[in-house]
């Protein structure tokens, strides 16, 4: 019996080695998996945090030139000594134009303004805008250098516009319409409305109206009285 119970005892112990060394075996498997997913999150994170920039960076290969100019763009505006530092970009920063929630929320503003520019009555056929990488880095660099300075950055401080693109070909201006949670409404709907009024007195009298005459018809201010970026959307 006692022969018998040491067998057994030995089986068990051999079963049990068998499955130390297994759940060991597994254990290493799964610590290597752990870290493995950890260098991902990691990863994942370091991309996210980089924003927009991450983004370019991943066009490196479709895009070799664009993605340059776009980090060239994005690295100088962040490093200027010609932009204050609440105008520079933050890169990935939550609130700067290059967070991936604002480059989401920039494309859906490009939907919209697409959408308003290729259905609009007085110039149909228009296409939609063409957007490359860097004219996309430009516009977050201006939007960030806009958000506290009014006016506009390449005639207010063309030396802050120089060291943000230096020899990068991005002829831009930009725009900023504060206090619109749609700006399409000041750009395109409102100064549409200027426009067609003025077309439409020529029509009806051969001349123009004064500036002081739009104001009144519309019920705007003389400041409003302007059609400028309707005419850039519709260009």
């Known amino acids: 019996t006692a022969k018998s119970n040491l067998d057994k005892a030995n089986s068990d112990l051999a079963e049990a080695n068998k499955a130390k060394e297994t759940a060991k075996t597994r254990l290493a498997d799964a610590q290597t998996a752990i870290e493995a997913a950890q260098k991902a999150v990691e990863d994942a994170q370091a991309k996210i945090n980089q924003g927009a920039l991450g983004f370019y960076r991943s066009m490196a290969d479709s895009d070799p030139v664009g993605a340059e100019f776009a980090e060239t763009i994005l690295t100088n505006a962040s490093a200027t000594d010609k932009l204050s530092d609440n105008l520079k970009t933050k890169i ?4 700067d134009a290059t967070s991936l929630d ?26 939609d805008w063409q957007i490359t990488n860097t004219l996309m880095a430009a516009a977050q660099a201006h939007t960030n250098a806009e958000t506290d300075a009014a006016g506009h950055l390449r005639l207010t401080n063309p030396d802050a516009n120089a060291a943000i693109f230096g020899d990068v070909p991005a002829n831009t201006a930009e725009n900023s319409e504060w206090g619109y949670l749609d700006p399409y409404k000041a750009w395109y709907t409102e100064e549409k409305a200027v426009w067609d009024y003025k077309q439409q007195y020529y029509k009806e009298n051969g001349s123009y109206p004064t500036n002081e005459q739009i104001a009144d018809a519309l019920n705007i201010g003389i400041d409003w009285v302007q059609t400028g970026h309707y005419q850039t959307i519709i260009s």
């Open 92 to 95: 990935g920063a939550q609130g």
């Open 102 to 127: 604002n480059v989401k929320k920039a494309l859906d503003f490009l939907v919209h303004g697409n959408e308003l520019m290729t259905s609009d009555d007085n110039n149909p056929g228009l296409t």
